[in-house]
């Protein structure tokens, strides 16, 4: 199975296209929110059209699970089909349990607490825009950064199969970390 990560479009088709162009094919997307709209202190990402990034996201051939965003509002579900949960999407298979949150309510300790105290095994956030990818109390953290305005300069993505976890540069495909 190859799950495809990603946060932080901002509306952006253009970076959402890289995105998953540069993951390849996924049997599902999870996205960590902040979906359709830049936000007021975000700039308009290259390739803004939070309308034909909808419509992109709906024609998806695979599932795509979402959690909200601080930038998601509930008129986004109108544009959507796919359920944009909050404040946690939760995504479990028979060997796996991912929670994935924004990360803009708690900090990164508090959903660490949640995620271990609920068995979790691996916890997806977003919001920060930028890269994290590491393992605490045998929880694995995945920040795949924002993949259209990333403050460590390099818009980014991850893919997760049985091999491990990647975090990707959606500009070249090349692979920035592993896990």
């Known amino acids: 199975m190859r799950i495809g990560i990603v946060s932080d479009t901002h509306g952006s088709l253009t970076a959402f296209k890289k995105a998953l162009e540069a993951l ?12 359709l709209y830049h936000g007021p202190r975000n700039p308009l990402p290259e390739g803004y059209d939070p309308r034909e990034l909808a419509q992109t996201i709906n024609r998806l051939e695979i599932p795509f699970i979402a959690a909200a965003g601080n930038c998601d509002a509930p008129i986004d579900q109108v544009l959507i089909d796919f359920p ?29 607490d949640l995620a271990s105290r609920w068995r979790m095994d691996i916890l997806v956030t977003g919001h920060t825009h930028v890269k994290r ?47």
């Open 84 to 112: 944009i949960q909050a404040p946690y999407a939760l995504f479990c298979t028979e060997k796996l349990r991912v929670l994935i949150n924004h990360g803009h309510e708690k900090s990164v300790e508090e959903l660490v």
């Open 24 to 35: 390849g094919p996924c049997d599902f997307i999870l996205h960590a929110g902040d979906i």
């Open 133 to 179: 990818l590491e393992r605490k109390n045998g929880l694995l953290i995945v920040n795949p950064g924002s993949c259209s305005l990333p403050k460590d300069g390099i818009p980014s993505a991850a893919v997760m199969d049985e091999n491990g976890i990647k975090l990707i540069n959606i500009l070249d495909g090349n692979v920035i970390s592993v896990f």
